[in-house]
């Protein structure tokens, strides 16, 4: 339950109070503390989750308790394991992708590293990407559309690409049919070992992490339409420069340069005067995407804004 407050209620506040920093200065290349960040978090996540049901196993954790525990624990691998998880997968090293399937995996997704690196940024902005969220489209609405949509769209692509290697679409190399598998064999551990309480707390857990990440995938592209035909660029994500957010989302936040330059470590991403800028840090915008007339009065003045900006500077977004 800490962990939910710290999360959604100090970190927005603070988000608020403090300012926002639009420096692009970078640690050197050379140095390996970045690095030391990422596999800190990914020890961080195995703990996390290791400790929940350790807790449950050895009953220090009882009744309402374990489903607070599960939701706190969710809330980590949604604002935690996946967001590392996705920088460590856009690394072109075997060993750096483990570990961002690794984090995947024990967060419950089955379709991110399927659909995030070959779908969404080369889509981005279109209907042909069902992780970008639409003008007037609710958070509620995008959560039920993106994860089916997402999951089809992974699974068309396996498709596809299993055939081009003359394999059928149900083989065992269907890398969205190895992490249905493997979540039906946590699913057994969890049972086997802590009988139904085991089953729901992974499912509260991985509802959590995957609610979470849809909703970062909301505030990252809502509203911002791009034509298929227009090299992805600044201006079709969205950016905060909210010191909070950079900090605990490991620059996640500076979402747009990060569309423009994929490759990009996290720690040298930079801010772009030409970004749409975000009204708030993803912190402080988690409770007004929960309410959608708040989230409209708030974040549709910066849209047309940023509408009228790209027209008057040339852009053709769409």
Known sequence: MGN???????????????????????????????????????????????????????????DKFIFFAA???????????????????????????FFGKYLLATSGNIYFFVHHLRIHHRYVGTHKDAATARENETLYHFVMRTMRGQTKE????????????????????????????????FFGICGFFFSWTGIAVW??????????????????HYGLVRDENVRVNETHSWNSDKVVSRFFLVELSRHSDHHHFASKPYHTLESNANSPM????????????????????????????????????GFSPG
């Not at 402080?284 to 008057?312: F, G």
């Open 4 to 62: 939910l407050l710290f999360s959604f209620g100090l970190l927005g506040i603070a988000e608020i109070i403090l300012p926002s920093n639009t420096k692009n200065e970078h640690t050197k290349s050379g140095d390996a503390f970045p690095e030391f960040v990422v596999y800190l978090h990914v020890i961080a996540h195995t703990l996390v989750w290791m400790s929940l049901f350790y807790g449950i196993y050895h009953g220090i954790l009882r």
């Open 154 to 185: 992974a699974w068309e692509s396996e498709s596809v690409r299993l055939r081009k290697i003359n394999l059928p679409t149900f083989h065992f190399k269907n890398i969205i049919l190895q992490n249905v598998l493997l979540q039906l064999v």
């Open 278 to 313: 975000l009204p708030g840090g993803y912190a402080s915008m988690v409770l007004p995407a929960l309410i959608p007339p708040l989230w409209r009065a708030i974040v549709h003045p910066k849209l047309a804004e940023h509408k009228r900006s790209n027209t008057a500077k």
């Open 71 to 97: 939701l706190s624990s969710g809330a980590e691998a949604g604002s935690g394991g996946i967001i590392v998880a996705h920088e460590l997968v856009h690394k072109a090293s075997s060993i750096k992708q």
């Open 203 to 220: 499912l509260i857990y991985i509802a959590m992490g995957n609610i979470l990440l849809e909703y970062v995938n909301y505030i990252e």
